[in-house]
């Protein structure tokens, strides 16, 4: 299981930090007792070039779990940064047929760009629901939202930063770190019922 650390740190200030880099201890997500640092692991990232990056494991004792503490430009199972993802969706949902465009211009290839695509649409109610939620759980309204799923899905993500900005600040991150943040990572996962869909 992965947890998002919101750092404000970029990829390359990251990157090297290496070992040295501060990880905050955090709680566990099933019993919520704070975990101690379990070492570390190799993970490549596409941010313009491919690098390979540290990410820190922590492990809770009494539950026997280890989970990933991924920082917040960093999804789930996928090679590119949200950075680079989330304006791909962004650009897709408002002109259908911008993938290859989109693709040349951050040198993606077009099949990595039409898979986030179909990923995003196939898990878009599910993302509406939980941006929804994340809404009313900042103590805003959502505002009806109208047309594709996808659209949908993007229009709830917005209106959820939206409130995240106004209760926290800059503390809230830009808008698809704060998403990969609300999922905990887990933004073109294959998983059907993620536990944030149901807070």
Known sequence: MAIVWQTPLGVDQYARAGRSLEVPRF??????????????????????????????????????????????????????????????????????????????????????????????????GLLAKGFARTCVALGDLVPRLHGSPAAVALGALRSAWRAALR??????????????????GHLLTTNTDPPWSTK
């Not at 566990?28 to 820190?56: A, F, K, N």
């Not at 999804?75 to 949200?82: C, F, N, T, Y």
């Not at 897709?92 to 989109?102: D, Q």
């Not at 770190?177 to 609300?182: L, S, T």
């Open 27 to 124: 709680a566990c997500p099933g019993c919520g007792e704070q975990m101690g640092y379990w070492g570390w692991y190799s993970r490549d990232l596409r941010w313009g070039e491919c690098r390979t990056l540290l990410v820190r494991r922590q492990r809770c004792k009494p539950c026997a779990s280890a989970h990933a503490v991924l920082p917040g430009f960093m999804a789930h199972g996928r090679l590119d940064a949200v950075g680079v993802i989330g304006p791909a969706l962004e650009a897709m949902a408002a002109l259908p047929g911008s993938g290859p465009g989109f693709a040349r211009a951050v040198d993606v290839p077009v099949t990595t760009v039409r898979d986030w695509r179909r990923r995003f649409e196939a898990r878009a």
């Open 167 to 184: 209760r926290s600040g800059r503390a809230a991150g830009r808008l698809w770190r704060f998403a990969n943040a609300v999922v905990g």
